[in-house]
């Protein structure tokens, strides 16, 4: 191991996801959650689930609130559910408890495999059109319409062009393999939007505000409703395709398995659930592995010191909170469409030309976007799957898990709407 080749590689990895820093808050802040306490939570949870993927794991990946998982956390369950922000909150602590006896009892492979493979391979890029769809919207380059329900905003002035000239700018610093693009891109975009009147400079550096305001505020009201079993659902299969996704292609490339296995893969997904458990204490929505670590790795990255490093890069950020929270949402925009891009790359793994399996996997990417519901299109995506396959006469690709859950999800679509 080369200590020098893997604190670079630790920081480079920071440098790519750090982004979350600026964008997680901008996302909560959207449902009422106070953007300080969201901005040192991200930093402390990041830093704590990194160390224990670092030191328990010593694997050089690192983790963050995960992108989807916020989205999910904000715009379903809290603006198109309708419920607080509490609620959530509960359900990723469910969640995160409900992940670690998943992991310790190694039942999460029956979780992942009763879920159909083009399933699986549709939610990561649906995810993605949600994401880019929902930075186009608060970015101001869509709006919405009575006649087409979204047309194009106004992008010759004030958020749509800053927006917009964003995008640009991280586009070109992207295509030019500049280390850190998208933070770059984040903080050119808002000291570009300081003379339109867009950014609000709040300083530098400061103390972390606290995170009182967010923390342990559980609500255990509706624990036993089909809303709560769906949400909490929602949650861990996002959590685990976006995990066991991020370390299997990773650790591929990386020439990182072992007889084809992700080293101390149990313990990976450890810290991942640990994460999201106390994470959600903290008032953060649910942990991921970041696909972002891919950078770090490609630097030479291989043992928990590059994790470590990207750990304590997260713990040096806490002092930078003003900066962080002077970002407009303008400014964050462009990350988010590059990060729904970012997400498209399982589609290439989806037989397209087998329609059993594309025309579930299409229905459930493009539900995700158009309802504004990632647990709406992986729902009726499922059952989709079911229904079209049993029609179809391939009986045989259905399992007994695959038709209780479809009975579930058609009662809870026919009783709960």
Same mark, same amino acid.
């Given at each position: 191991?080369? &200590?020098?080749?893997?604190?670079?590689?630790?920081?480079?990895?920071?440098?790519?996801?750090?982004?979350?820093?600026?964008?997680?808050?901008?996302? $909560?802040?959207?449902?009422?959650?106070?953007?300080?306490?969201?901005?040192?939570?991200?930093?402390?949870?990041?830093?704590?689930?990194?160390?224990?993927?670092?030191?328990?794991?010593?694997?050089?990946?690192?983790?963050?609130?995960?992108?989807?998982?916020?989205?999910?956390?904000?715009? =379903?369950?809290?603006?198109?559910?309708?419920?607080?922000?509490?609620?959530?909150?509960?359900?990723?602590?469910?969640?995160?408890?409900?992940?670690?006896?998943?992991?310790? =009892?190694? @039942?999460?492979?029956?979780?992942?495999?009763?879920?159909?493979?083009?399933?699986?391979?549709?939610?990561?890029?649906?995810?993605?059109?949600?994401?880019?769809?929902?930075? @186009?919207?608060?970015?101001?380059?869509?709006?919405?319409?009575?006649?087409?329900?979204?047309?194009?905003?106004? /992008?010759?002035?004030?958020?749509?062009?800053?927006?917009?000239?964003?995008?640009?700018?991280?586009?070109?610093? %992207?295509?030019?393999?500049?280390?850190?693009?998208?933070?770059?891109?984040? @903080?050119?975009?808002?000291?570009?939007?300081?003379? $339109?009147?867009?950014?609000?400079?709040?300083?530098?550096?400061?103390?972390?505000?606290?995170?009182?305001?967010?923390?342990?505020?559980?609500?255990?009201?509706? &624990?036993?409703? &089909?809303?709560?079993?769906?949400?909490?659902?929602?949650?861990?299969?996002?959590?685990?395709?976006?995990?066991?996704?991020?370390?299997?292609?990773?650790?591929?490339?990386?020439?990182?398995?072992?007889?084809?296995?992700?080293?101390?893969?149990?313990?990976?997904?450890?810290?991942?659930?640990?994460?999201?458990? /106390?994470?959600?204490? $903290?008032?953060?929505?649910? /942990?991921?592995?970041?696909?972002?670590?891919?950078?770090?790795?490609?630097?030479?990255?291989?043992?928990?010191? =590059?994790?470590?490093?990207?750990?304590?890069?997260?713990?040096?950020?806490?002092?930078?909170?003003?900066?962080?929270?002077?970002?407009?949402?303008?400014?964050?925009?462009?990350?988010?469409?590059?990060?729904?891009?970012?997400?498209?790359?399982?589609?290439?793994?989806?037989?397209?030309?087998?329609?059993?399996?594309?025309?579930?996997?299409?229905?459930?990417?493009?539900?995700?976007?158009?309802?504004?519901?990632?647990?709406?299109?992986?729902?009726?995506?499922?059952?989709?799957?079911?229904?079209?396959? %049993?029609?179809?006469?391939?009986?045989?690709?259905?399992?007994?898990? $695959?038709?209780? %859950?479809?009975?579930?999800? /058609?009662?809870?679509?026919?009783?709960?709407?």
């Amino acid at each position: 191991m080369n &200590v020098r080749t893997e604190i670079i590689a630790g920081i480079t990895t920071f440098l790519t996801m750090a982004y979350i820093l600026a964008v997680n808050p901008n996302i $909560m802040g959207d449902i009422g959650m106070d953007k300080g306490a969201i901005f040192t939570t991200t930093a402390i949870i990041s830093m704590f689930s990194t160390l224990i993927m670092a030191l328990y794991a010593r694997l050089p990946f690192a983790l963050a609130p995960g992108m989807g998982l916020n989205a999910f956390f904000a715009y =379903t369950v809290c603006t198109k559910m309708g419920y607080d922000w509490s609620f959530a909150l509960t359900a990723v602590l469910i969640e995160g408890v409900a992940f670690i006896i998943l992991t310790e =009892t190694n @039942l999460r492979d029956a979780i992942v495999n009763a879920i159909p493979a083009s399933i699986r391979n549709a939610i990561g890029p649906g995810i993605g059109l949600y994401i880019a769809f929902i930075g @186009l919207k608060n970015g101001g380059v869509i709006a919405s319409s009575s006649a087409t329900f979204v047309t194009l905003g106004t /992008i010759t002035s004030g958020p749509g062009l800053l927006s917009i000239i964003g995008l640009v700018l991280t586009g070109t610093l %992207l295509i030019l393999n500049v280390r850190g693009a998208l933070l770059l891109g984040i @903080l050119g975009t808002t000291l570009i939007g300081l003379p $339109m009147g867009l950014t609000t400079f709040g300083g530098v550096a400061g103390l972390p505000p606290s995170i009182a305001p967010i923390a342990f505020k559980f609500d255990f009201t509706h &624990v036993f409703t &089909v809303d709560m079993l769906i949400v909490v659902l929602t949650f861990l299969f996002i959590d685990m395709f976006d995990t066991i996704g991020t370390l299997v292609g990773v650790s591929t490339k990386a020439g990182m398995l072992r007889n084809g296995q992700v080293p101390h893969l149990k313990r990976a997904f450890m810290a991942d659930a640990v994460g999201t458990t /106390i994470g959600s204490m $903290m008032g953060s929505s649910a /942990i991921a592995t970041y696909v972002e670590s891919a950078s770090g790795v490609a630097q030479g990255g291989r043992s928990g010191l =590059t994790a470590f490093t990207t750990a304590v890069c997260f713990a040096v950020a806490l002092i930078f909170a003003p900066l962080f929270l002077s970002i407009p949402g303008s400014a964050t925009c462009p990350v988010l469409v590059i990060v729904g891009l970012f997400m498209l790359s399982p589609i290439r793994d989806i037989d397209l030309d087998d329609y059993s399996e594309s025309l579930p996997a299409f229905i459930c990417l493009v539900l995700m976007p158009l309802t504004y519901s990632i647990s709406d299109g992986i729902l009726i995506g499922i059952i989709s799957y079911v229904v079209l396959n %049993l029609l179809g006469g391939k009986r045989r690709k259905l399992t007994p898990t $695959m038709y209780v %859950l479809v009975v579930l999800f /058609i009662l809870k679509y026919v009783f709960i709407g």
